[in-house]
Nanobody, 123 residues
Framework: QVQLVESGGGVVQAGGSLRLSCDVS????????MGWYRQAPGKERELVAA???????EYADSVKGRFTISRDYAKSTLHLQMASLKVEDTAVYFC?????????????????WGQGTQVTVSS
């Protein structure tokens, strides 16, 4: 069983930065595809960024150039570095894992989910 625990959320002013982390308890972290999703109040959950087991990445257009997804294989940890934050980035951010080595871009392809961490960007 895979367990995902997010951390690093909080309140930040617009233009600021935050780094989210997701600790993954799974013996073969390297074979998992990983992703970050977010859900704002009244909106559907959306993909923010995805990374394959080999390190290939994909980003939502709204965060390209501002967010960076990365994974630490030694620590079985997923990160999301967020910069130049905007009020519209306010949401609950979820870490997700899928049993596939390639990029996963559909929510239904992810098998495991964290509980989420709140990110609030104030103006």
């Amino acid at each position: 069983q895979v367990q995902l625990v997010e951390s690093g959320g909080g309140v930040v002013q617009a233009g600021g930065s935050l780094r989210l982390s997701c600790d993954v308890s799974f013996t073969t972290f390297t074979v998992l595809a990983m992703g970050w999703y977010r859900q704002a109040p009244g909106k559907e959950r959306e993909l923010v960024a995805a990374i394959s087991s080999g390190g290939s990445t994909e980003y939502a257009d709204s965060v390209k150039g501002r967010f960076t997804i990365s994974r630490d294989y030694a620590k079985s940890t997923l990160h999301l570095q967020m910069a130049s934050l905007k009020v519209e980035d306010t949401a609950v951010y979820f870490c997700a894992a899928g049993r596939a080595p390639y990029l996963l871009l559909r929510e239904k392809d992810y098998n495991y989910w964290g509980q989420g961490t709140q990110v609030t960007v104030s103006s």
